[in-house]
Every structure is written in C-alpha cells, then in structure tokens.
C-alpha cells in the first residue's frame, strides 16, 4: 500500500487582464535565447488570436481539481483577508490573491510553519531587459468593453473578490481602454 504524504501548496489568485498583459512579457528572455531578436509585433499578434475566456479559472480545475481532487469553487473564499485555507486528506492549500500577496506574508509564515519566512519580491517586469517594453505596453493597452466585460463579472471574480473590488478593476480597465483607444497596435477586441 502506498504511503501518503502530507502537503502543503500554496496558490494565487490574480485579475485576469492585468494577469493577461503580465502574460505577455512573461519568459521574454527564455525566448530571446532561443531567437535572437523576437519580433515583438509577432508575439503582440498571436496574444490577440488567443483565446483567453476565464482561462485563468479553468486552471484551477486542471491543476487542483484533477490532481488534487480539490474544487476551490466548492469552498468559501474570505474575499476581505484575500485569502483562504483549504484541507483535504493530507492536503493543505493556501489560496491567496495577488493583490493582497504583500500583506499576507504572516499568513505564509504560519501556513509553512516558518516564523523567519521573508517575502521576496522577483520576477518583476519593470525591472528586466523588457522594462522598457513592457511598461509601454502597460501604459497603452485596451481592452473591449466586451471583454473587460466577461473577465470582470464572472462567477470565478465574484467567488474572490468582493463586489466593490471588482467595480475597481472595472473602472480602471474602463478608463485606460477608452483613453487608449487610439493605439490600435495595443486594442483587444
């Protein structure tokens, strides 16, 4: 009979255009390895051809669900704190939002059972050989009000965040779309 370990995993949460436009520029220098000088345009256009509708929802039931047997939907999240702790068997997960990431690390400290835990902030876009890039990029997005729409007023983003936060990210989205409408290199429809 097998032996059952004891886990714990910790996972994050994180609005899906702001998730989608980090996305883009995720890995830039892996592939700047491979080819020598990506062609920005190219990669600008096959995130257009994608197709992203609740992508990030979906892949908690692919990684969770379907290995885990753990449906984070079947569970309430304390969408105040921004996060939430769920066991099963021998499985303990930690589902935080990313933008409460920086105010939850005693929550990880306890969660891990290490008091000396720091937090260390990697990984950050505006700090790589893209910075330049992709601020640009960030400055000048938009989004159609369909898909700023779907993304926004889901069932997935109501069972994380609270109404009043997701108005937030709706006015945001809203306000940088219609301001940049112009820029049509940097339009999703």
């Known amino acids: 009979m097998g032996q059952k370990y004891n886990a714990k995993i ?20 892996a592939i700047e390895e491979i080819e020598p000088a990506p062609d920005f345009k190219s990669r600008l256009e096959a995130f257009q051809q994608k197709t992203y509708k609740h992508k990030e929802w979906k892949w908690f ?10 449906d984070i939907y079947q569970h309430p ?13 021998n499985i ?5 939002t990313m933008e409460r990431l920086n105010d939850l690390e ?11 835990f720091k937090l260390k902030n990697d990984n950050i876009g505006n ?3 893209s910075a330049f890039a992709y601020k640009t990029f960030k400055e000048r997005v938009s989004f159609s009000d369909e898909i700023i729409e779907e993304e926004l007023h889901n069932p997935y983003m109501r069972h994380f965040y609270t109404d009043e936060q997701i108005e937030k990210f709706y ?5 940088k779309s219609d301001k ?3 820029y049509k290199e940097y339009r999703f429809d």
Do not use: C, H, M
Not at 10 to 26: A, D, K, T
Not at 63 to 69: A, D, N, R
Not at 109 to 116: A, M, P, V
């Open 77 to 89: 999240f304390d969408k105040e704190a921004g996060y939430t702790i769920i066991k099963k068997d």
């Open 92 to 96: 303990s997960l930690l589902l935080l």
């Open 10 to 29: 910790i996972s994050l949460v994180r609005e899906p255009l702001s998730r989608r436009v980090s996305g883009l520029f995720q890995g830039i220098e």
């Open 61 to 70: 039931d692919k990684e969770l669900k379907q290995v885990f047997g753990i």
């Open 106 to 116: 005693e929550v990880i400290q306890k969660f891990i059972g290490d008091e000396n």
């Open 127 to 129: 700090e790589k050989a």
């Open 180 to 182: 940049n409408k112009g």
């Open 171 to 175: 006015i945001y989205w809203k306000e």
